[in-house]
């Protein structure tokens, strides 16, 4: 990623933090939408399962310029994803959810631009997870 990339994504996202309990609505309604197998991975409650995305996007998005800080934390959601029954091919719709839930909560300001360092963001976080997903 470009430091203009991580820039992008860094202020961006500190425009989705306020709205953090209407994002996460929208991206689990979303992947719920486009992935109805997954809904059965997550709990009936999704509450925590919402805040836990929010902390986690946050951390990530925080330490982009930080891969020491973030990578470790990446590795270790993978491996405990795979107890849950993720698989490789869960990712992708993961992403879009996410695509989609940024452009609806920023609007116009989700311009393609942005769109693009969002899809570098989360193609390097779904690589890192899924590689220390292999190894478990």
Known sequence: MTPRQ???????????????DTAADLFYGR???????????????????????????????TNLDKPDM?????????????????????YQPVGEALLWTLERGLGPDFTPELREA????????SRVMQAAAADV
Do not use: C
């Not at 973030?70 to 869960?90: C, D, E, I, K, M």
């Open 31 to 61: 992947l719920f939408e486009i992935a109805p197998q997954v809904r059965a991975m997550f709990p009936d409650d999704m509450r925590e399962q919402k805040k836990k995305l929010m902390a986690m996007l946050g951390l990530a998005v």
């Open 118 to 125: 969002w899809t570098e963001t989360y193609t390097l976080v």
């Open 70 to 90: 973030v990578v470790p934390a990446l590795q270790n959601l993978g491996r405990q994803h795979v107890a849950f029954g993720t698989r490789a091919a869960h």
């Open 6 to 20: 991580v820039t992008l994504v860094q202020d961006s996202f500190a425009k989705v933090r306020p709205i953090a």
